[in-house]
């Protein structure tokens, strides 16, 4: 399995950037697709973007435009560039690895890092 780490989150006034950060460590093959959700209270997680092995990448039409996800396969690290933030960008953003079975049965979470959006 995977040990996945977040960092990078903060506060910013909208219109601002952040970049963030999911360093994983473990089975490497399990982290072929790799993903950022986030989460308001009282909501559930929502997806934010995902990158595969050869980057190809998705996004929610909410972030399309706006965010960009990476990843350096060298460093087992995941990106998520965030500009032109706005308040309704704040929430918890977790990084997550997909299930892949039988041999990464189980989807992989970090605890997650907080991002803030000022108005």
């Known amino acids: 399995q995977v040990h996945l780490v977040e960092s990078g989150g903060g506060s910013t006034q909208a219109g601002g950037s952040l970049r963030l950060s999911c360093q994983a460590s473990g089975d490497a093959y399990c982290t072929r697709v790799m993903s950022w959700y986030r989460q308001v209270p009282g909501k559930n997680r929502m997806f934010v973007a995902n990158i595969g092995s050869a980057g190809n990448t998705d996004y929610a039409d909410s972030v399309k435009g706006r965010f960009t996800i990476s990843r350096d396969n060298a460093k087992n690290t995941l990106y998520l560039q965030m500009n032109s933030l706005k308040p309704e960008d704040t929430a918890m953003y977790f990084c997550?690895?997909?299930?892949?079975?039988?041999?990464?049965?189980?989807?992989?979470w970090g605890q997650g890092t907080q991002v803030t959006v000022s108005s």
């Open positions: 997550k690895t997909e299930s892949m079975p039988p041999r990464c049965p189980l989807d992989n």
